[in-house]
């Protein structure tokens, strides 16, 4: 059975902090892996993929844990215009409906 | 670049009524996918393409149809709208299986 889960939060952070959140999946066939944005009433949106090895994109940090399962997102210095909902992917390989979304993490970013 | 685009953005039915949701992509993707998204049950797959001509059922199929006739174009059909299938709905595109999707701006449906 797919499983993807999440902490649904919400997170409430101050402003300029680091916040970080994971996403366990079940099956460890899973080969791609993925964080989307979603804002209120709009569309998601990729924001990164997760690779192996980790990956950087400008504050934001996404890792790949294999042994436990999970990947991670982090925020550091937290912004405004970051408050939304943080969906994972997980790909398992094979055909198209071998992917599958976590139902998202609520982030709220405080002033 | 238009990427992916839903036509309509909104729509209210009358139980019992159909009505098509049109998708169109313009980056030669393969892959097409229709969602729909409702509170507390994230995204759920209703049916999906791998290909011009080809169709597959999600999740979530019933009471839905769909045709890929045109590379470019994933339709979305309900053929007797029920007041459960009210939700948002998402359509989607990826270059293949295990490549990131890019979504639709979303058609929210209200079915009364």
């Known amino acids: 059975r797919k499983e993807v889960e999440q902490d649904p939060g919400p997170f409430n952070v101050p402003e300029g902090a680091t916040v970080a959140f994971n996403c366990t999946y079940s099956?460890?066939?899973?080969?791609?892996f993925f964080w989307y944005r979603q804002d209120c009433r709009k569309e998601p949106k990729l924001l990164m993929s997760?690779?192996?090895s980790g990956n950087e994109d400008g504050r934001f940090t996404a890792q790949l844990n294999r042994a436990s399962q999970y990947i991670s997102l982090l925020i550091r210095d937290s912004k405004l215009s970051d408050s939304a909902t943080y969906l994972c992917?997980?790909?398992?390989?094979?055909?198209?409906?071998?992917?599958?979304f976590g139902k998202g993490t609520h982030l709220i970013i405080q002033p | 670049n238009a990427g992916v685009t839903q036509t309509p953005k909104f729509r209210v039915l009358k139980t019992g009524q159909s009505m098509t949701l049109l998708c169109a992509q313009d980056?030669?993707?393969?892959?097409m996918y229709w969602y729909r998204q409702d509170p507390g049950m994230g995204l759920r797959l209703i049916h999906y393409?791998?290909?011009?001509?080809?169709?597959a059922k999600g999740e979530v199929p019933d009471g839905y149809n769909v045709s890929r006739l045109k590379k470019q174009n994933f339709l979305l059909g309900l053929e007797s709208a029920a007041p459960s299938q009210t939700s948002v709905y998402f359509c989607?595109?990826?270059?293949?299986?295990?490549?990131?999707?890019?979504f639709g701006n979303g058609t929210r449906l209200t079915v009364t």
């Open positions: 989607a595109s990826s270059y293949r299986a295990n490549s990131p999707l890019h």
């Open positions: 099956n460890s066939a899973s080969q791609s």
């Open positions: 997760v690779y192996s």
């Open positions: 992917v997980v790909i398992q390989g094979g055909g198209a409906d071998g992917l599958t």
């Open positions: 980056m030669n993707h393969e892959y």
């Open positions: 393409s791998v290909g011009e001509g080809t169709t």
